[in-house]
């Protein structure tokens, strides 16, 4: 499966953004969980999409995730 390439996390942690939003890609599963301040683990230049691959949902076992920034948290610190 080819995923789509998301924004790096310089560029989300420019927009204001720290917490990162992480869904399950089991159809049957679709947990979501949110991370505050997970943004700032990871280097400036990486792609968000390049990290999506290494998370393993603790619900149900499924590799690979769909991480996206948490937008709505952002504008609630603003």
Same mark, same amino acid.
């Given at each position: 499966?080819?995923? !789509?390439?998301? %924004? @790096? $996390? =310089?560029?989300?942690?420019?927009? =204001?953004?720290?917490?990162? !939003? %992480? ?9 979501? %969980? @949110? ?10 230049? !990486? ?7 290494? $998370? ?7 590799? =690979?995730?769909? %991480? ?11």
């Amino acid at each position: 499966m080819t995923r !789509l390439q998301k %924004i @790096t $996390f =310089g560029e989300m942690r420019a927009a =204001g953004v720290r917490n990162v !939003l %992480i869904y399950c890609t089991d159809d049957t599963c679709c947990r979501c %969980i @949110t991370v505050p301040d997970d943004a700032d683990r990871w280097p400036d230049e !990486l792609w968000i999409s390049d990290v999506e691959d290494k $998370f393993v949902c603790t619900a149900c076992g499924q590799r =690979g995730a769909d %991480i996206r920034p948490d937008w709505a948290a952002a504008k609630t610190r603003a």
